[in-house]
């Protein structure tokens, strides 16, 4: 199987207690079930590596990651919870202070446009062009 690897990478993380270590992990692993199909497990992965990136400060690969739950949400038809993981991660992008022009903000305002989701957060209805 295709996470063995990483499932090894996990258990030294947690071992030796590197909490960086274990969130880049576990975003791993979510985007390898992502792509295997397995959206499930990718969703419950993807939620212990923001877990861990809030934790140990990494706003940018919290964003990152959100952005991710946020598309695999959309994919299963999770609207809501898609709209929820992209404003969290707006959010995440306007405490790093990302200007409007950075392509993970600019991705971020198009998804929370978009036809399948109704409302967008405070920040992104002041910034329409």
Not at 28 to 46: F, K, M, P, T
Not at 53 to 70: K, P, Q
Not at 86 to 101: C, I, K, N, V, Y
Request: proline residues 4%; positive net charge; charged residues 25%.
């Amino acid at each position: 199987m295709k996470t063995n690897h990483c499932r090894q990478s996990l258990a030294l993380a947690q071992e030796t207690g590197d909490l960086n270590g274990q969130a880049h992990t576990w975003d791993s692993l979510g985007y390898i079930h992502h792509r295997l199909g397995g959206n499930a497990e990718a969703v419950d992965c993807y939620r212990q590596a923001i877990e861990l990136f809030r934790r140990t400060g990494d706003l940018h690969s919290e964003a990152v990651g959100l952005v991710c739950l946020g598309d695999i949400h959309r994919a299963t038809g999770r609207h809501d919870a898609a709209h929820s993981a992209w404003s969290r991660a707006w959010a995440s992008a306007d405490e790093l202070g990302l200007p409007e022009t950075d392509p993970q903000r600019a991705g971020l305002l198009h998804r929370l446009r978009g036809p399948q989701v109704r409302a967008t957060p405070r920040s992104a209805q002041r910034n329409r062009p």
